[in-house]
């Protein structure tokens, strides 16, 4: 081993390896921590833009409890949704629900779906002009409960024939759920 003559020893160039395998290292762990802070701010930006509508309607064929604003609780499968409402289906019961209605969700999944154009402008005022065209028998709750056909439908306000032969005039914003009677 010379050293005088500009050679480096062997020992020593082992030194520069590790250094070099160290630095390589350092770097790709550098390189993971960077695309992991990407994914997790893309990911964050994601969640920022999406709609509980969208959540909704990924949960499509699951269970969902919905808590009211009254403090009652609505279960069933998630059968439809829209940008406005979701509809449940439980045993044989089908409940329409506004989403304006609603104060917490359970079974709601993490992931979202997206609402074609059509659903997501879908008001909830279609779904009740629907049932109105369809002369479905229809249990209302909005303050109490009335059972009876929707005859009309406005752009807030829906006109009920109730079983016991009065018109009801209920705002939409009022509505928990229109459920089948």
């Not at 390589?24 to 993971?32: F, I, V």
């Not at 359970?106 to 002369?135: Q, Y």
């Amino acid at each position: 081993m010379e050293t005088r003559a500009g050679r480096w020893p062997y020992r020593v160039g082992m030194r520069w390896e590790a250094l070099f395998r160290d630095l390589e290292a350092q770097a790709e762990n550098d390189e993971h921590e960077h695309l992991r802070a990407q994914a997790a701010e893309r990911t964050r930006g994601e969640r920022a833009t999406t709609v509980l509508a969208a959540r909704i309607a990924a949960t499509r064929g699951d269970v969902l409890a919905i808590e009211l604003r009254d403090g009652s609780r609505v279960t069933g499968t998630v059968v439809d949704a829209g940008g406005e409402w979701v509809l449940l289906r439980d045993g044989m019961r089908e409940r329409l629900v506004p989403l304006h209605a609603s104060a917490a969700f359970e079974g709601l999944s993490r992931r979202s779906d997206m609402l074609s154009r059509v659903e997501g402008a879908l008001p909830i005022t279609s779904a009740l002009r629907a049932l109105s065209r369809d002369r479905a028998r229809v249990q209302v709750r909005a303050g109490g409960s009335r059972t009876g056909v929707i005859g009309a439908v406005g752009r807030d306000h829906l006109d009920l024939s109730t079983d016991a032969g009065a018109t009801v005039v209920i705002p939409i914003a009022a509505v928990y759920e229109v459920s089948s009677a």
